[in-house]
């Protein structure tokens, strides 16, 4: 396994208002970020929270291209971004206790916090197709060039790590200093990750690895 120390680039925040940043997806131009009662849009370049849906967003928060995902208490909500509209809701997998949540293939990846595992979900109707188990607390949740990302919190300690999909083996850590919490992450499609700082109120830019072909 290959253990390095993340790379922070940029720290976003503290926002106006937000006391938690929880889960954290990209949409190609903006960051949003779920602040427990919003959504918000921050513009990477400038830093700038550009506009916030007024929606409950205690957790994860996903992108599939068009819709975002976010997960509300027991459930995960499908929002129009253009509207704030709640188009639709399945029943989250880990009734309340869910976290992270990723947009990959078709379905819907959510972590399960305190019980360390990740769910591959049917986003119409909330049905478990796989279940990966982790050693660590999962927080956020990605995919980012077929390789699957999760954040870890416990305690003073945070990391971010690639799994094997099929397995869960750990084939890659990224270390936090301590002190710095992952709630939510999200790959750019490029060479940085965004991650929720939870209860700092802060989203970090942490350096992606890049592999070697």
């Known amino acids: 396994m290959e253990k390095s120390a993340a790379e922070i680039l940029r720290e976003y925040g503290p926002f106006p208002g937000v006391d938690q940043v929880h889960g954290v997806t990209f949409d190609g131009q903006h960051v949003w970020f ?11 370049a400038s830093g700038q929270t550009i506009r916030s849906i007024g929606v409950a967003a205690h957790a994860g928060t996903a992108f599939d291209g068009q819709h975002l995902f ?10 129009d971004p253009k509207t704030g ?4 809701t399945i029943p989250a997998p880990g009734g309340g206790g869910d976290s992270g949540l990723a947009w990959a293939e078709g379905t819907l990846w959510v972590g399960q916090y305190r019980e360390r ?4 979900i049917d986003p119409e109707t909330g049905t478990i197709l796989r279940t990966i188990d982790s ?35 750990v084939l890659e850590t990224l270390d936090l200093p301590p002190g710095m919490g992952v ?9 940085q990750f965004f991650c929720g700082g939870g209860n ?14």
């Open 34 to 44: 779920a602040s427990g009662d919003k959504l918000n849009a921050l513009d990477p």
């Open 70 to 79: 976010q997960l509300a208490e027991s459930r995960i909500q499908k929002i």
């Open 85 to 88: 509209h709640v188009l639709a």
């Open 117 to 120: 595992k990740i769910h591959q």
């Open 135 to 169: 050693n660590r607390f999962v927080t956020g949740v990605t995919w980012s060039d077929q390789e699957l990302w999760h954040g870890t919190w416990e305690g003073d300690e945070s990391d971010l790590r690639r799994v094997d999909p099929r397995t869960g083996e």
């Open 183 to 191: 709630s939510g992450l999200e790959a750019d499609g490029g060479d």
């Open 200 to 213: 700092s109120g802060t989203v970090r830019a942490v350096r992606r690895p890049r592999r070697v072909a």
